[in-house]
């Protein structure tokens, strides 16, 4: 009876020590494949010798299959990804994994409209999911489809608004497809006043034919020398000739910040120009009256 004991904690051990073993080499390679995922630098067959058969999904609960199909498109071999496609599938079905795969192998393929349905089904079934969000959009690029655009970016939740992944991916999705047709002159345009600046702005994007898609997530009221941000915080302002400063509540010594601003009459529309941004980078800006 002991001897038995003994060889069944024995095998109990080493089938723990396995796995431990089997775990650790899956998360060296999900490291190595998180930096080399955007810039590939190896061959499907190395990646998929680095991941081992269980487990088979990430600390993240996506199935590692996943990178195996994306490592299989790089290399062209379509044909290859239906085995890991279905595998993916049956490890988690509850995570429109399928639709994100499929979505990327006929966009692919250049079947532009099953890749929209599938990216469309993974991206507003879970939409948190950055890939899913990162496919939609891809798709979105290629049929220059601007309203599925603000459509999608507008139904994520406050806090994916914030994360630069997702604003600064619509925001370059939204420039080449719109961008180039924005109404950018305004032969109108006057220096501010209060009377004029008073109310709640809209970022907005105005383009031929009256027509404007607003950004709610992007929002300023402005109220008797105050300003509120869409993140609720205040600031002091002042308007000297054409340009706006901006100032702590509490203190009018030194500007946080200035930008020239103006408004057209005609397109009812605020125009901030040379708007500091991160990186030391600069740019126009457009609002409307909210409605």
Known sequence: ????????????????????YM???SLVAQNFILSDYNKPTVSFDSINKMLPSIPDISI???PLDVYRVSYLLLEGRVAETNKYVERAIKTNPHIHVGDYLNAKIQLYLNNTDSAYFYSKR???????????????LDVLDVKKDTQSLIQAYNSLDTTLKKR?????RFYTSFNKMKLSYLVKDYPDAINLNDFVLKGNWIRAFNFPNNQVIRDSS???????????NNDGLEFAYKIKQDSLFFYFSNNFNKPISSFKARYSEEYETLIFENVPLEDNMIQTQYYRKAN
Do not use: E, Q
């Open 60 to 62: 993240t609960a996506m």
């Open 23 to 25: 775990v650790f080499k």
């Open 164 to 168: 630069p992944a997702y604003f600064n």
């Open 1 to 20: 009876m002991k001897k038995l004991l003994f060889f069944l904690i024995f095998i109990f051990l080493v089938v723990c020590l396995f796995l431990n």
């Open 122 to 136: 993974a991206f507003f079934g879970w939409p948190k999911n950055l890939d899913h969000y990162n496919v939609y």
């Open 218 to 228: 992007d929002t300023y009221t402005f109220i008797a020398g105050k300003l509120f």
